[in-house]
């Protein structure tokens, strides 16, 4: 049991400095003192099943992986990867940005000059960022956040096209009302 309680608190400890939380926010997170945290990592007790999978859940690992022992290398690679998510994410919304700009140089230098392409990015940016939050399981608010945002961005990319178009459709905007509480409702349907 002690070898089981010193594993668990080598990879709490690892995990969560690796994340540069402190104990308080781990604590926080879980709905625990930063004291029962300070226990696990000193390895004088272990968290239940519960905060098992909670913790599983914020550091984007197995609660097998908790329970398990890891060499150093191992160690690096999971740390490699929880700053690699907010490298892709970053690389990918500047990538779609770099892409805006490109084709709006390009219709420019046409003679075109189409600034609504700067409007479309927003929402093609948060289509990927949903993706992201929901491949690499992210809290639900932050799913629900990401798609409230792309339905308002959508509604909004549409007005404003109408709108340089001499079509003033503000009635277009009222749609984003049902379509927010249809996303809200959606996620409270349990499986």
Known sequence: MDDLKNIVSKNILHLRTSKKMTQ??????????????????????????????????????????????????????????????????????????????????????????????FVYAAPVSLIVLTVFAAVWGKKKADIILCISMLVWTILISIYVTFWFLQYNLWLLLIIGIPAQVIVLLSFRVKR
């Open 24 to 117: 308080f926010e781990l604590g926080e997170a879980l709905s625990y003192s930063d004291k029962a945290v300070s226990k696990w990592e000193r390895g004088e007790a272990i968290p239940d099943a519960y905060i098992l999978k909670k913790l599983s859940e914020i550091f984007n690992v197995s609660v097998e992986y908790l329970l398990s022992e890891h060499d150093e290398k191992e160690l690096k690679a999971v740390n490699f990867l929880g700053v690699n998510h907010r490298a892709i994410v970053l690389i990918s919304i500047l990538g779609i940005w770099t892409i805006a700009i490109i084709v709006f140089a390009i219709l420019y230098f046409a003679g075109i000059t189409q600034w609504l392409v």
